[in-house]
């Protein structure tokens, strides 16, 4: 077992890889009442396409791995509900999917250890039945049919469309009411057998349990299953060109007010490991040097009231695809794509001034801390770096030792006009 | 854990000395009674009052100051605590230990929200006339968003039918007819007599003293001749009629089917746990009978939950379903509510409900917020209630409780959002 102290958070880290290549991470917090925990698979609704070692490569249906969570909840006979189990120890379970994870968690108070079994436990117990699968199909079109009737969803979704030609990321996290009625147990199968090896997982547990107990427990737990040694994933992505695929794309649903995102496609995504946090870290800098509530820009766009509070950005990376997204509820979404387009190219003959560097600088330091009071970030954070080979607690490093110097390269090479899509959500014109 | 208090320039301070956290969590509560005619001005003071103060007048300034403080985290938000109108002030701030600060952060965080709430931006004995007109604009918009969101415009509806007439019904932004008439003069005119009819609760959760505190309260808050008003709880009154249906039209995929029901209890009353209990077998989690019943066995929805708020005995059941199938849900619903009302729970019910309320209630203690907004519910109930006194009333809710709940629910409307007929 390792140790991993971070002293200048005051955090402390206990990491095992154990025999079948399941990583377990312990974050100890004794003072803490609750106990948070996720069994995580580097699995998203990115892979649809894929071999493992010198098998013939498969192509999935859309929305597979989303379908997949909500299918491990099932049981075979013999056994409680999973939600009964959990229930039983007084903790409440969940589960999510993103582009590129799937996340099983609980939180609970009392039963840590009888929890954390149950997790592995059910996590690693697939059952699909024909009937159970075709059983789910109707529940998750209601899930589609939801966000279908979701302007937010709908103008995030239409920007990553509008900028990505290839990559899956395009596709929504649940696929289509068509795709989800193509999927069938042997495929979901499949999948789990490939993606759901402990290899390709981890757990991670926040809580005042001793980790050491925690660790052993989970070693104990898996020695008595047998993995059969799985080849080495290949995952399969076309490649997607430099050009966005639509420049500006509108739907029409009935809002108050439209909906605008804009969004800038990086042309190159060749950086992986702490390099890519490292360049996560400044461009997520810039952005809110540039876009903030307390930036110039933001104040005058709302004196002009072409934005409201909903305004707002993100930037969001992978080794495969990475972009930013800035927008909200607009009266007028040309008329703020213009206001914003200039201020950035007047910002890129300028540069950022040293002061609103500094500013922004030390409130991203003190974001990060505050982060650190939940467990639920912390896990969240934790996984998604890990899976990507780096450390989530180097972050408060690479935010201090940024320089104005690495913020104004990005400027200049993250805001390449040619890479910047639209999307627009906006009441169907008047017939 | 326990909280200290004192009453500091008709402030009631509360705090919860903690090393728990990196952070100064603080909540300033203030209350007045709801009330048709001014909700809408009252709901606009915040807004107005982020803008600017006495001593940074612009809005820009504001922003940076948070920045500097290390990002801190500050926000507000309205909402209707049965008969009252309640305005939070929050902020987020981290403990000094963890960087070089020249000035407390506590401190800087006390002043900041001090200077918002009591001593604002006044020219020419009004607000900055266009700070007023910019969040005037901006209430408007986000209350004219509401249908934008199908899941909260269906509750929102299906509470203004079930309080229709009475001021419960009022969303905690007011009303949009009230905003053209509202200028900086009358709302300065408002601000004034809020400032003296709030109650206000101020709240730090972190690695601190009462003593600390409440001198920096001292300094940073100027409240003048305030004379809280005594909050005044609402007594719902069971319902005679038969239940009323009510379809709105609108251009959607997905039918949204909300019951509005009374459920009237509150914190002061001995059965709150069993209504908790209730909530829970009913539609708060997985194994709960509308999830089970609706969802699980009967694939009609993605989601079918029931909420209580026991600030205005409000029992609501949301569900998102495919519009041919209104009766079949409609019917589904109805039914796990005569089965509880039967007497019809299964001790898995009992047994998994309670344990999750327990842990609840005991998890409530690892975020600062949560605990800030539980200690409060016992304050403004007047109520002795500690989370472990309710995780023991939890645990002795037997199923006659649960049953004698069930007899008080009463369904007042059933609500539809559907799509426009082709």
Redesign the interface.
Known sequence: MEVIKYEHVEETLYRKILDNGLEVVVLHKPDFKKTYATFSTKYGSIDNHFSVGDQPEIRVPDGIAHFLEHKMFEEPEGYDDVFTTFAKYGASANAYTSFDRTVYLFSATDHIQENVLALVDYVQRPYFTEENVNKEKGIIEQEINMYGDNPDWRVYYGLIEALYQKIPVRIDIAGTVESIYKIDKDTLYRCYETFYHPQNMLLFVVGHESPEKIISLVEENQKQKNFKPLGEINRYFEKEPNEVAEKRKIKHLPVSMPKVMMGFKEKEVNLSGEELVREEVITKLLLDIIFSSSSKLYQQLYDEKIIFDSFGFEYNCSPLYSFSVIGGDTPNPDLLVTKVSDAIKELQQKGIAETDFERVKRKKVGNYLRMLNSPEAIASEYTKFRFRQADMFNVLKYYQSCTIEDVNRRLKEHFDFDQLAISIVESAPQA | MNFQRQIVNNINVHVLPT?????FTMTLFCHTPLSEDNVTETALIPYVLRRGTAKTPE??QL??Q????????FGFNTSNRGLTQSIKFSM???NDR??QSEQSLLRSGIEYIGNIVTTPLIENDQFRP?YVE?EK??VK??L??I?????RYASQRSMEEMFAGEPLRLNALGKLEDLPHITPVTLYARYKEWLQQCRFDFYVVGDTSIEEVSQYVTEAFKIENNKATQIKRYNNKPDVNEPKTVVDQ?????GKLNLALKLPISYEDKNIAAAFVYNGILGS???SKLFVNV?EKE?????CASSFDPYKGYLSIQS???IKNYKKALDIILDQLKAIEAGSISE?EL???K??L???F??T????FDIINFDFAAQYFNVNLSSDDIIRMVEQTTVDDIVEVARQVNLNTIYFLRNKEV
């Open positions: 090393k728990q956290f990196k952070t809005t820009i922003r940076e948070l920045d500097d403080l290390y990002g801190a985290g987020d701030i981290i963890f960087v266009a910019a604009e901006t918009k986000q004219e968003s249908i934008n969101d199908k899941i609108l251009d959607v995929n997905q989690y997985p194994h969802r694939s009609l929805a993605y989601y998102g379903i495919e898995n047994v998994q409900t344990a999750m327990v842990n609840a005991k998890e203690t690892d975020n600062a």
